[in-house]
């Protein structure tokens, strides 16, 4: 097991905690805390003894980090939600509890080979296995999530700095080759957690456009309260690859982690992106 300790969800006492629950399964596990200016090498040591499974109990981007570097033909994954947003946790368990998660794992986990994307600006290449969220509208992700976790007030605070960016500029975009279109924002979704495609299908690119501050709030209703497809200024298909063109920078979310990507990325999907230890099929509580 990888344990960030300074992750939001994990806690001082995680290690033990851990082991406490790898012992009551009659398992022994070696407990690797993270250190800073060490990660790159305590992952690569981690999947260089090739173990049984690899548990990873921090953030969004450590899950995200260890499972890409794994890859398809790595030994099993199991991300653990410690972090804030916990979205590949909670689409292969349904919890936010990493006790609960772990628990589910040992007793109901199998090997499940799981679907993802890349994005790539020249620069940067970072992986995702559930969702990237590029355009100004990226930032109501975090909006959302605090709603769902009753914090209204930091919700409405990320409310009103995503609305004040809300018209930061227009993508242009291309789906598999195809003419460019331009959209608000453009959001891809891997089959793992998308509600409107099957399996292996492809990514879900969702084009999102708002024509004024009435259409934004709209659309934020939708994507908090119900199923956002339902909105008018939302169109979807299933894509191989993408890419995406902005006159400046693109403000993004990828699996939970913002980044700002250069003003050319390209996005792909990745038919075998890791082997995750969690219950198959997964649990659906996160899809979207």
């Known amino acids: 097991m990888l344990l960030n300790p300074l992750s939001g969800g994990v806690g001082p006492n995680a290690a033990s905690e851990a082991s406490g629950i790898f012992a009551e399964y ?14 790159d090498a305590q992952v ?18 450590t899950a995200r980090a260890v499972a890409s570097r794994a890859g398809p033909d790595g030994p099993l994954i199991a991300p653990l939600p410690g972090g804030t947003m916990n979205m590949l946790p909670r689409a292969l368990y349904g919890t ?4 609960n998660a772990l628990r589910r794992a040992l ?25 990237a969220i590029l355009g100004a509208p990226a930032l109501w992700a975090p909006a959302r999530e605090a709603v769902r976790e009753g914090k209204f007030g930091l919700a409405w605070a990320y409310g009103r700095r995503a609305l004040k960016r809300a018209f930061y500029g227009r993508l242009r975009f291309s789906l598999d080759g195809r003419a460019d279109c331009r959209a608000e924002a453009l959001v891809l ?20 456009n708002t024509a004024d501050a009435l259409e934004v709030f709209r659309l934020a209703a939708h994507a908090v309260f119900d199923d956002w497809r339902q909105d008018p200024a939302v169109t979807t298909r299933s894509i191989q690859q993408a890419t ?27 038919r075998r992106a890791f082997r995750a230890l969690a219950p198959n099929p997964p649990t659906q509580a996160a899809g979207v």
């Open 107 to 131: 007793e109901e986990g199998a090997e499940q080979s799981v679907a993802g994307g890349e994005v790539s600006d020249g620069r940067v290449r970072q992986s995702f296995f559930c969702a």
């Open 189 to 208: 979704m891997s089959p793992m957690i998308s509600k409107a495609i099957d399996e292996h299908a492809g990514l879900e690119a969702a084009a999102m």
């Open 96 to 99: 936010s509890d990493w006790k």
């Open 244 to 270: 995406v063109r902005a006159r400046s920078r693109i403000p993004s979310v990828i699996d939970g982690e913002p980044a700002l990507l250069r003003h050319v990325t390209k996005v792909r999907f990745i």
């Open 26 to 39: 009659g398992l022994e596990a070696a407990i690797v805390v993270l250190e800073g200016g060490q990660f």
């Open 44 to 61: 690569q040591q981690a999947l260089d003894v090739w173990p049984d499974a690899l548990f990873v109990l921090a953030g969004d981007g």
